[in-house]
């Protein structure tokens, strides 16, 4: 089975400043998706960025940026200009194309943003 | 709004109970998932349904189970309830009719279930 590892339990950022979330995944697969959810305090589920693992391109998504290291495994979430609505939990998430579409979830990272 | 409904959206019940959790995915979505999502576990992946059957099972307890009606909306049982099922269970959709989007889940609000 993949695992997904946010080695980052909590981060702090100030507003306006840019802070990286870590994710590392182990898998065997050549052809996969990863995901960043975002949970804030009303426990929604909202999807900040995906990546398919055949692109080489980074996926962006306005102030939410990807870092894809595919021989790395690695799939770190930048936020540029953080704002104070970016405080919530982050969920990185692993997707096989091979076994179904059920998400592998990390444990999760806190951000916190302070004014 | 994601466009999928979960209800209810708080459940107490008592240890040994069964319950009923509902989900309605998103106007045209054939996938129904469900997660539970526990300070113990994290967030793990329970059970698929698409299109009525089943499609992909996860850490889902033989107390557990659930189904997906013609109107594609799901049903989660839990039953035999211990003090460790409190939770919250997220229901998630994806597979829109004209097959875009396949990649992307939807969730739910989530219910949130307190076993006493």
């Known amino acids: 089975a993949q695992t997904v590892t946010q080695s980052q339990p909590e981060m702090s950022v100030q507003e306006a400043e840019t802070v990286t979330l870590s994710c590392t995944y182990d898998?065997?697969?050549?052809?996969?998706?990863l995901f960043w959810y975002k949970q804030p305090p009303s426990r929604q589920m909202i999807l900040v960025i995906r990546q398919e693992a055949y692109k080489q391109q980074n996926a962006t998504e306005n102030r939410f940026s990807v870092n894809f290291q595919k021989a790395a495994k690695s799939f770190s979430l930048k936020i540029s200009d953080s704002q104070l609505g970016d405080a919530a939990m982050y969920f990185c998430a692993y997707r096989s194309s091979n076994s179904g579409y059920a998400l592998n979830f990390g444990k999760g990272t806190s951000l916190l943003v302070t004014p | 709004d994601s466009g999928v409904t979960q209800t209810p959206k708080h459940l107490i019940t008592a240890t040994g109970q069964r319950v009923t959790l509902r989900c309605s995915p998103r106007s045209g979505d054939l996938s129904v998932y469900w997660y539970q999502q526990s300070l113990d576990q994290g967030l793990q992946f329970l059970i698929q349904?698409?299109?009525?059957?089943?499609?992909a099972k996860g850490n889902i307890l033989e107390r557990f189970s659930a189904q997906q009606f013609p109107d594609l909306h799901s049903e989660l049982n839990l039953s035999s309830l211990e003090l460790g099922d409190s939770a919250l269970y997220f229901c998630?959709?994806?597979?829109?009719?004209?097959?875009?989007?396949?990649?992307?889940?939807?969730f739910g609000p989530g219910t949130r279930l307190t076993v006493l």
């Open positions: 349904y698409y299109n009525g059957e089943e499609r």
């Open positions: 898998t065997s697969e050549s052809d996969y998706y």
């Open positions: 998630a959709s994806s597979v829109a009719r004209s097959g875009r989007g396949h990649n992307e889940q939807f």
